[in-house]
């Protein structure tokens, strides 16, 4: 196909993708500029809601605090017990679900077992930011389509690098001409914006779309891709006429596994056939919630798996570099500073781009015969 036409449908792609979907593509990025610091802005606010808690040498053992949790809240309906973060130095949060559906959260000090406060996740401001980001407040609907959203941010990027002016000249690439016209100036703010942020926004494209449309398998194709054999899912097996081990005696299962490696959350089974999935952190790591994974049959207690984030298999290296690149966690606090820049790049483009698409369906409009024929009876 000729250079030149395969260069035209590029640049159609590029600018109606743009325009069709810019706005969604602007509710994603300045809701994402804000996510970025999610955890620190829910910690303030949480201090300020809750008070803080003063770190001692003893924490309450773990199976007390479930049991204070549940009996606090035995008369809210529906009331069941999902998960538990445990970071050191921070409230222990309990989340469940309730009759009603909601996204219910209990915080506990850890260190005098008292029950701090609760809260509705989904009608903080927060998670109603997180829920218009990930699914535009519309459920399954909506999920799928800013997974939609997040292809198009891709290809968006993909055809933007394609198409950027400073493959022929490198300095005016990234060169804005601020005393020259204001289309000129337009151009080259769409142009330099696109180009430093249009990695990042592949990025974060590509794992938004991984994670919104599980019909596409990606993360099949990953470990056919990187030739890994993929394990299969988990899954307690029920001993008839027995019930499930003590939640004390599978953490001390958990604890002989893996040892010296504190445990930072883990899910409750809720089906018989659920495995008890634990998250621990060994010493010298950086991340809040450590990288050993753990998969416990909640009847025999037997370890059915361990995954060590720290000596992965080739698809679980690409796997894991899914949330630091799509939160811009990978290069600390300056990536994630960068993150909030790039978050307001869409808006930045989005606008450049309509500008340009106004002068040109002026110019359009201007020597179109109907026009001209309406100035000749004027």
């Not at 968006?156 to 601020?178: A, D, E, N, Q």
């Not at 914006?193 to 449309?213: E, K, M, R, S, Y």
């Not at 621990?280 to 998969?295: A, D, N, R, V, W």
Request: proline share 6%.
């Amino acid at each position: 196909m000729n250079r030149k036409i395969v260069r035209t449908i590029t640049f159609q792609l590029h600018r109606w993708l743009g325009l069709v979907v810019g706005i969604l593509l602007c509710i994603a990025g300045l809701t994402g500029s804000v996510l970025v610091f999610e955890q620190e802005i829910d910690n303030f606010l949480l201090e300020r809601q809750m008070g803080h808690i003063v770190p001692t040498n003893h924490v309450i053992p773990l199976e007390t605090l479930v049991n204070t949790v549940n009996s606090t809240y035995a008369s809210t309906p529906g009331f069941k017990l999902g998960y538990v973060e445990m970071y050191e130095g921070e409230p222990y949060e309990f989340r469940a679900e309730t009759a009603k559906g909601k996204d219910f959260r209990v915080f506990v000090n850890p260190y005098t077992g008292k029950v701090m406060g609760d809260r509705i996740w989904d009608d903080t401001w927060l998670g109603f930011t997180f829920k218009l980001h990930y699914a535009l407040l519309a459920g399954e609907t909506g999920t799928l389509i800013m997974g939609i959203v997040a292809l198009v941010t891709l290809i968006l990027s993909i055809t933007g690098i394609v198409l950027w002016p400073g493959w022929r000249r490198l300095i005016s690439g990234f060169k804005i001409k601020w005393d020259g016209h204001i289309k000129r100036v337009n151009f080259d703010i769409h142009k330099v914006a696109g180009i430093i942020t249009a990695i990042f926004l592949a990025f974060i494209g590509f794992t938004g779309f991984a994670w919104n449309v599980p019909q596409a398998k990606v993360e099949d194709v990953i470990y056919a891709a990187t030739f890994t054999s993929k394990p299969p899912n988990p899954v307690s097996h029920p001993i008839p006429g027995k019930q499930p081990l003590s939640l004390i005696e599978l953490l001390q299962r958990a604890d002989a596994a893996v040892p010296n490696a504190p445990t930072t959350g883990f899910f409750f089974p809720i089906k018989p056939e659920d495995v008890l999935w634990l998250g621990k952190k060994k010493p010298g790591e950086t991340s809040k919630g450590g990288s050993i994974q753990l998969f416990l049959d909640q009847f025999s207690g037997k370890v059915l798996r361990i995954q060590d984030g720290l000596n992965p298999t080739r698809a679980e290296v690409i796997l894991n570099s899914f949330s630091p690149l799509h939160y811009g966690t990978f290069g600390g606090l300056a990536t994630r500073i960068l993150y909030v820049f790039v978050g307001l790049a869409p808006s930045i483009l989005f606008i450049t781009a309509f500008v340009m698409w106004w002068y040109r369906y002026r110019v359009k409009l201007r020597s179109s015969p109907k026009q001209l024929w309406r100035v000749g009876k004027g």
